[in-house]
C-alpha cells in the first residue's frame, strides 16, 4: 500500500522536478559569456533565448530598456560593438537565479564614432524553461584611468 | 498552484522588502550603524555612481567617520521582484552627498539593489547606480 502511494507520488511530480537540473555556476557563466557574445555579433534570435521576457537592462547612462526595446536597438543598429570583453568576478547562486557581477570592457559604435565604455555590471539570471535567462543587467561607468 | 498562503507570504516578503530599502536609505542619511549592519549583507558589493566600491566594513566606516556624508535622499522604488530568496529593486533617487573634503553635490541617481532573505529579514547584497542624465537645457 504504502509503496503504491509512492510510486503514485513519483509519477504525479511535474516532469522537470525530474528532468531537469538547476543551473550551476558554470552555466550561468556560459549564459552570460553567451549574452556579450550574441551582443556583440548582434545575433538578435541568439539574444531572444537569453534574454527572459522581464528583461530590465539599465545602462551606464541609467536609462532602462524592456526585452522588446534592448532587441530593437540591436537589430536597428543603435546598440552596436566593436568589442565586448567581459571578466565576470562573482557569481553567487541562489534556488532559481544567480547574481553575477565584474566587469565589462566595450568599444560601442554609434553615429560613425567609437567610444570606449568600461563598466561594472550587476546581472541577474533566472532559471527557466531548463535554461539560464538574464532579466536583469544594471551598469555603472569605471573610474577614469587616472592620466600619467 | 500557488496557494493563497504561498501568495499572503510573498505579498508580506515584497513589503518587509520596499520597507527594508526606504529604512537603509534613512539609516545612510543618519548614519546608523547598527540599523546598516542590519539591513546590509557581510557580502555586499557596493557600487557608487561615480565608479568608488565599498565592502560592507569599508560603507559603514566612511559614513561613521564622515568621510561620506548623505545629507538627504529621496527614493522613489519603481520595480520590485522577487526570485525565491532574492530580491531586485530598481528606483531612482535624488542623492545630496558631501564628506570629509568634498563640497555638497545634489546627484540624480538611477539604482538597481539586490537583496537576500537571509535570517529571517532582507539584506541587500549588491547596489549599482548610475548618473541619470542631466535634463535638456531647452
Known amino acids: 500500500m504504502r509503496l503504491h502511494f509512492l510510486l503514485l507520488l513519483l509519477v504525479s511530480l511535474p516532469v522537470t522536478t525530474l528532468a531537469s537540473p538547476r543551473g550551476d555556476e558554470s552555466s550561468a557563466r556560459t549564459a552570460l559569456l553567451a549574452r556579450f557574445d550574441a551582443a556583440l555579433h548582434a545575433d538578435v534570435a ?49 534556488a532559481d537565479s544567480a547574481v553575477l557581477t565584474g566587469k565589462v570592457y566595450a568599444v560601442s559604435i554609434g553615429d560613425g564614432t567609437e567610444r570606449n565604455v568600461d563598466a561594472y555590471f550587476l546581472v541577474v539570471l533566472a532559471w527557466r524553461d531548463g535554461r539560464w535567462q538574464m532579466t536583469n543587467q544594471s551598469s555603472t561607468l569605471l573610474q577614469p584611468k587616472p592620466k600619467t | 498552484m500557488v496557494s493563497v498562503a504561498s501568495f499572503a507570504k510573498d505579498v508580506a516578503r515584497e513589503t518587509a522588502l520596499k520597507s527594508a530599502e526606504m529604512s537603509r536609505f534613512e539609516a545612510q542619511v543618519n548614519a546608523d ?84 532573505w537571509k535570517n529571517g529579514r532582507w539584506q541587500m547584497t549588491a547596489w549599482r547606480s548610475a548618473r541619470l542624465p542631466a535634463p535638456d537645457a531647452k
Not at chain 1, 539599465?58 to 537589430?75: F, M, P
Not at chain 2, 535622499?73 to 573634503?101: H, L, P, Y
Open chain 1, 46 to 94: 541568439a539574444l531572444d533565448k537569453l534574454l527572459a521576457d522581464d528583461l530590465e537592462y539599465c545602462g551606464v547612462s541609467a536609462t532602462c530598456s524592456t526585452k522588446a526595446q534592448y532587441l530593437d536597438s540591436v537589430r536597428s543598429g543603435a546598440r552596436k560593438f566593436r568589442s565586448l570583453v567581459p571578466r565576470i568576478e562573482r557569481v553567487t547562486l541562489f
Open chain 2, 33 to 116: 550603524a547598527k540599523a546598516l549592519g542590519n539591513l546590509l549583507d557581510d557580502g555586499l558589493e557596493y557600487t557608487h555612481s561615480n565608479g568608488d566600491l565599498d565592502t560592507k566594513a569599508s560603507f559603514i566606516d566612511s559614513l561613521v567617520t564622515g568621510k561620506r556624508d548623505y545629507i538627504s535622499s529621496t527614493a522613489t522604488i519603481e520595480t520590485v521582484r522577487i526570485f525565491g530568496d532574492v530580491g531586485v529593486i530598481r528606483g531612482k533617487a535624488k542623492v545630496t552627498v558631501g564628506g570629509k573634503d568634498r563640497q555638497p553635490q545634489d546627484l540624480s541617481i538611477g539604482y538597481t539593489d539586490i537583496w537576500l
